[in-house]
């Protein structure tokens, strides 16, 4: 248990339809991230908000829209995914400062089919 | 951009073995290294953070080194078990400011024989 919780743990999706993945941190931490992991690649930061903010969009189809209500909740709504999208999703969550530890959920395993 | 590299891709020992997994960054400017660990289908398990102002740090078994001007981090394993069996992922936080994101290796995927 790391207090990064992400739900559901695996889904699968149509290619229409619409869906949403949910992170929950219970660390007090202040900033929060979405990360896919795909086969035979490195983790890819998708989107960082720091104090509910969103600081950065690492270039993301608009297919992936996050929303971050407060600082322990964050979602990744998805919509009209393509199949290449299917990969392992994680969130982590730190504090805005750069110097403290991340710690990252179970991911959410997508399947676009 | 920074690149992180993660060396060898792949290993195999038999239980018992000390080993070092090795890790190298391409930007010098960063707050911390994270090393991590993860299991088939999970998600990742912090091992161990160190700072840029720091040489190392240790927990139990781990311990990983830092030459932040080099650019080289080291993850040494001693003793190995077959419980530690898994992908170990090394990660640069940038000091670009602000509540950047991690930059990953592709990771060393490691297999402790019985």
């Known amino acids: 248990e790391t207090g990064v919780t992400q739900t559901p743990r695996h889904l699968v999706m149509g290619m229409t339809n619409k869906k949403s993945l949910k992170c929950e941190q219970h660390?007090?931490?202040?900033?929060m991230y979405w990360y896919k992991q795909s086969a035979k690649k490195p983790l890819e930061l998708m989107f960082v908000y720091s104090l509910e903010e969103r600081v950065e969009n690492n270039s993301v189809p608009s297919r992936f829209s996050p929303e971050c209500p407060n600082s322990s909740h964050l979602f990744l709504h998805l919509h009209t995914l393509q199949p290449e999208d299917s990969a392992l999703y994680l969130c982590?969550?730190?504090?805005?400062?750069?110097?403290?530890?991340?710690?990252f959920g179970q991911g959410t395993r997508l399947t676009v089919v | 951009k920074q690149e992180v590299t993660q060396i060898p891709a792949a290993l195999s020992v038999p239980e018992g073995e000390n080993l070092v997994l090795n890790c190298s960054f391409t930007d010098s400017a960063i707050y911390n290294l994270q090393w991590f660990r993860q299991d088939p289908g999970k998600g990742l398990t912090s091992l161990l953070l160190i700072q840029s102002s720091q040489r190392e740090q240790t927990s139990g078994r781990l311990n990983a080194s830092l030459d932040k001007s080099s650019g080289r981090s080291t993850l040494y394993i001693a003793a190995s078990q077959p419980g530690d069996s898994a992908t170990y992922l090394c990660?640069?936080?940038?000091?670009?400011?602000?509540?950047?994101?991690?930059?990953f290796g592709k990771g060393t995927h490691l297999i402790i024989q019985p």
């Open positions: 990660a640069a936080r940038d000091s670009g400011g602000g509540a950047d994101g991690l930059t």
């Open positions: 982590a969550s730190s504090q805005a400062q750069g110097w403290t530890e991340a710690f």
């Open positions: 660390l007090g931490h202040n900033a």
